[in-house]
Each structure stands twice: as structure tokens, then as C-alpha cells.
């Protein structure tokens, strides 16, 4: 039998019995559209994720310390050069290095220092960090009172809300105003300087050029933001900074570091250290990378990839289980593909047998069937990719209203790519395939002359 007299019998079957069809169809339709709107929910909530996190600057990078300062579990190093990479510095000379990587977008240091600040004859003790332009970008900043920094090298603060409570009772009203910071600079002495006198050579050592100073300096910064969030931790890899600098501002400050101590007795204190760097990569992909070419310049790394892959294996976990339970309501629906297959039969008798009375064979009639549940799956597919569409949508809105009562902002928690669509089309044909085995069996296996029969 050819394929056009093939379609054109199960089209004709299928407009004789349009009703049981339909709503065989429509079953088909309600299982797809629960499996495509649980499998939806599992995307949206992995794609919310994935974006917020990788706009927060943690899937993206690579947080650098000294060997000598990293506390945690210390790969072994090369027998030839371990003592000379764990003794190097993490200076300016470092910075320079670690930029000329590839696959990196930028590097910049982590400027972060405990201060008092003084504003309205108030004094609080707190932490400062300094932000490199880029963090304008981050997630962070959205509901900001007021604007981000003007200028990368501006005297400008930006505070974190619960900061800001304890300066005024109407935090948006800090905005404008303007803040002292008082600290401790760090400079350099030379021994014409008076070095001598205040280091003793016994101590410092005969490579030692002179010592260090540290001087009260105070500077005054205007307040251009208030912020609820607290984004240090994607930009600095830990949390807990009240205060913001502009990161090359925070930089011409020259504020005393903890490593300032250990370069002072390692004989270099003229040549300042940092106590991290964070090296930025075009994508999280590349992070593997760069991490283990930094690993072989003698320092250590730290990124969130491990953590990465643990959220990976759970919203793996997790959208098999709605899979499986959106599978569920199809299996329910393919039960009744078989049951209007089978009543298909039952009415079709007399018809099948003048079939093979005519010449068709076995083949040709077990592929009639299978292509009436192919298409009761292909339609049932497409009208539940459309319901399980509508589902999500309506979930995404329900969700965006009742966070709007929140005063938080709208997320989109349903997302169907292209490969769930065509994926929910194809699994809905396979089971209707599959439920239609037993059905088409039954009728190849009919004797003609009992069909033919048959009342």
C-alpha cells in the first residue's frame, strides 16, 4: 500500500470517529502539556539561577592569593622551583603577569580595610572595599537609591542599607551628603628619611633599605547611593563590606595592609603587597584554564566551578523528578490511544478484511493503526506544547504579581528552549507509537474470511 493511500485511510478513520478521537487527543494534549510545564519550571528556575549567580562575578572568577598566605589544603608543588613559587609576592610585578593571560577580561586587586567613618558627629568603625567599573554591570546595583559611581577615579561612596541605617533614620536622605573616612596610610621610609631611627638595622636586616610608615590620613567622599544587597561577595569573593569606593580611588589612598607587616620582615617593606587579586575570564568555561596556569606561576586559586557543578546535579535531580511525574498524566493518555485503537478494531472488522481480501498484508495494516496514533500523538503534541506554554506563563505571572506586592522584583521562573518543544513532540509520537503496538498487532492478526464475517 502506498504511503499517499496509507495517510489518506487513517485521516478518514480518524474524521469517523472525530469525538473519541478528540478527546483521545486532548489526553494526549493534557500529558504533554503537564510534562512540558513541569520540565519548564525546572529550565526557568536553573536559567534565574544560572543568570543571577554569573551576573553576580562568581561563575566568572578567579580569586589569587600568595602561597604563603592560602590556608587551605596546598596542591605539592614541583621538586625544582616549589620554595622559589611559594615565596613570591603578590605585588604590582604579579598583577602585571597575571594580566598578559589569556581568555581574561581584567584584573584588579582586592582593596578592603577596616575605617571609621564620621558623619553628623557620629563615629562608626566599619569595612571599606573599592569596586572596579566593571561591578556597574552587576545585579547588585539594580534598585540602587540614587546612581553608581560618576567617574572611576571619583571621591564618591556608595553605602549598604543596613550601614546607612545606623548613620541617619532615612537612609535615602544620605544621598548627597558627605562622609569622612579616617585611616591609616601606608609609606615607605628611606633611611635618609629617619628609617634608622625608628628601625633598628638589627632588625630589619642589611637587605632592608629602611621601614614603612603609617600615618592617620581622613578623606571626604560625597554619597551618591544607597544599596539593599551586598555585592563584595562576587567582586571581592567575601561579603561583609559596608562601604564603597570607586576601586582606582580606593587605590591612590595607599591604606595600610595585614601583608604590610610580613613585607616589612620579609625585607621589602617599600614594595607593597596585595591580599588577593581577582582575575576575570571571558566565560565560565575558562576558568579551569586560568586557574591552573596561575597555579603554575606559584600562587593559589579559589573559584565557585566545584559549586557550580553541585547546583548542576541538583537541577539535574530535579528536573528528572518532574519529568518523571509530568510523564505520568502521558502515560495516562496513552492508556486511552489503546482503548480507542482497540474499539477501532472492533468496529473496523469488516473493513479490515475487505483490506486483505483486496491484497493488503499484515504490514499494511499494522502501519494504518501505527499511523493513526502517530498522528493523535503528533497533534496531542503540538496542542500540549501550546497548553504547557500558556500553563508556564501563567505561573511566571502569578509569581511576577505576588513579588510586585513584595516590593521585590519580576522573574520569569518558566522557560521552554526549543529542545523541550521539539523533545515534548517527539516523546508524545513515541508513546502513541508505542500504545499502538498492541492495537495494530491485533488487527494484522485478523482471519479475512472471519472479518468479513463478522456482524
Do not use: C
Amino acid at each position: 500500500m502506498k504511503s499517499r493511500d496509507l495517510s489518506e485511510l487513517a485521516v478518514r478513520n480518524l474524521r469517523e470517529a472525530v469525538l473519541r478521537n478528540s478527546l483521545t487527543t486532548l489526553g494526549v494534549a493534557v500529558g504533554v502539556a503537564s510534562l512540558v510545564a513541569m520540565l519548564s519550571l525546572g529550565v526557568g528556575l536553573q536559567t534565574l539561577a544560572s543568570q543571577r549567580l554569573t551576573r553576580s562575578g562568581l561563575f566568572d572568577a578567579v580569586f589569587v592569593t600568595s602561597q604563603r598566605n592560602f590556608r587551605g589544603p596546598r596542591p605539592p608543588a614541583p621538586a625544582d622551583s616549589a620554595a622559589k613559587k611559594e615565596s613570591r609576592s603578590l605585588d604590582e610585578d604579579a598583577r602585571q603577569q597575571l594580566s598578559k593571560l589569556s581568555n581574561f577580561t581584567e584584573v584588579y586587586p582586592q582593596i578592603r580595610f577596616v575605617t571609621e567613618v564620621r558623619y553628623a558627629g557620629k563615629s562608626e568603625t566599619t569595612s571599606v572595599l573599592g569596586l572596579p567599573d566593571s561591578s556597574r554591570s552587576s545585579g547588585a546595583f539594580e534598585g540602587i537609591t540614587g546612581a553608581y559611581f560618576s567617574l572611576p577615579t571619583a571621591d564618591e561612596a556608595i553605602l549598604q542599607i543596613e550601614f546607612a541605617k545606623v548613620l541617619a533614620d532615612q537612609p535615602p536622605s544620605l544621598v548627597g551628603k558627605d562622609l569622612t573616612l579616617r585611616y591609616a596610610e601606608r609609606a615607605a621610609l628611606s633611611k635618609d628619611d629617619g628609617g634608622d631611627s625608628f628601625f633598628p638595622e638589627s632588625m630589619m636586616g642589611s637587605a632592608a633599605p629602611g621601614g614603612i610608615s603609617i600615618v592617620p590620613r581622613e578623606k571626604t567622599l560625597r554619597i551618591v547611593g544607597v544599596i539593599e544587597s551586598d555585592p563584595s561577595a562576587g567582586i571581592g569573593g567575601f561579603g561583609g563590606a559596608r562601604v564603597y569606593l570607586p576601586l582606582k580611588t580606593a587605590e591612590q589612598l595607599h591604606v595600610a595592609q595585614p601583608d604590610d607587616l610580613q613585607a616589612f620582615l620579609s625585607g621589602n617593606p617599600a614594595k607593597p603587597s596585595y591580599m588577593a587579586l581577582t582575575v576575570r575570564v571571558h566565560s565560565p568555561k575558562d576558568v579551569l584554564q586560568v586557574e591552573a596556569a596561575i597555579k603554575q606561576m606559584g600562587f593559589a586559586t579559589f573559584s565557585l566551578l566545584d559549586a557550580t557543578k553541585s547546583l548542576r546535579l541538583v537541577f539535574t535531580v530535579f528536573d528528572l523528578f518532574l519529568g518523571l511525574f509530568g510523564s505520568l498524566a502521558l502515560t495516562v493518555a496513552s492508556l486511552g490511544i489503546i482503548n480507542t485503537l482497540v474499539m477501532a478494531i472492533l468496529e473496523r472488522r469488516r473493513e479490515i478484511g475487505i483490506l486483505k481480501a483486496l491484497g493488503a498484508t499484515d504490514r499494511d495494516v499494522r502501519s494504518l493503526f501505527f499511523a493513526e496514533a502517530g498522528a493523535m500523538g503528533l497533534f496531542g503534541g503540538f496542542f500540549g506544547v501550546a497548553l504547557g506554554w500558556l500553563i508556564g506563563s501563567a505561573l511566571t505571572w502569578g509569581t511576577t504579581i505576588y513579588l510586585h506586592r513584595q516590593n521585590l522584583p519580576g522573574v520569569k521562573i518558566s522557560h521552554i528552549p526549543w529542545w523541550l518543544a521539539v523533545g515534548a513532540i517527539v516523546f508524545a509520537i513515541a508513546v502513541s507509537l508505542l500504545a499502538g503496538l498492541y492495537p495494530a498487532a491485533r488487527a494484522a492478526r485478523l482471519n479475512p474470511v472471519e472479518a468479513l464475517r463478522y456482524e
